[in-house]
């Protein structure tokens, strides 16, 4: 029965739309009407094709970066033009559209086990686990699973692993693109660490103007070019490549880091 149709992930599809219709409608205002969103690449996203889209960004808070990509792409694909006004969109929404996630981090809480259900690829992170640094190799099922996801519609991707900015790409990132020959297609965005808090589930500071640019597709040579070379390729494209940081005075960045830190969100006492 077309009720209970599933996706490669065993998510049954009906019960995703009305998930991502609810968080939609419960999270529009944090992107139209506490703060604002400005979006530039709507006529891109128009262009993709159904599947094997790879989306890489830079990241600022756990989940509202993501959200706010559900909302931006599902708006562009349904006409609107730089613009998530209306939230009609979200009636109809991509449902083969996914993201990458810590398993660690998607099995907290009720709440995030329904984002995840929402399209999370939960992965073993290779580096980090329960705030301490580990090594251990990669589970190849995790990046089967990536797969299957390119298979089916968009992943989207942080390839940094934490929301810290300036820390260099995952390599694990330019193995995935050249396994796999995605469309690559590279997203800045900002205002996300001001406006909430590390996970992105609480508001801690209104008025501020979030954006977020999808930028064209990189032309890459998936066969010949290296890992090294792909991943400096991220680096510029999102806007997170080392060099950014000679034009940044090192006094503002500190000043600008600390001013997030003083910034906590912290609930309103009754």
Known sequence: MALF???PFGHILFLKKWLIRIMGLLTHQRYKGFNRLEIEGSEIIRSLPDKNVLFVSNHQ????????????FNASLSGREDSIKNVGYLWNPKLNIYYVAASETMGKSLLTKILAYAGSISIQRTWRADGQDVQRQVKMSDITNIGTALDDGWVITFP????TPWKPLRKGTAHIIKKFKPVVVPVVIDGFRRSF???????KKKGILQSMVVKKPLEIDY????????????????EQHPSF???IPETELMAYEQSNKQRQWRPNKT
Do not use: P, R, W
């Open 61 to 72: 808070t756990y989940f509202a970066d993501v959200v706010a990509m559900f909302h931006v």
């Open 197 to 203: 808090d590390k996970k992105g589930l609480f508001i």
């Open 223 to 238: 066969d010949n070019e290296s890992v090294e070379a792909i991943i400096e390729k991220l680096e510029y494209a999102i």
């Open 160 to 163: 940094q692993g934490t929301t």
């Open 5 to 7: 149709k599933k996706n």
């Open 245 to 247: 940081l000679k034009v």
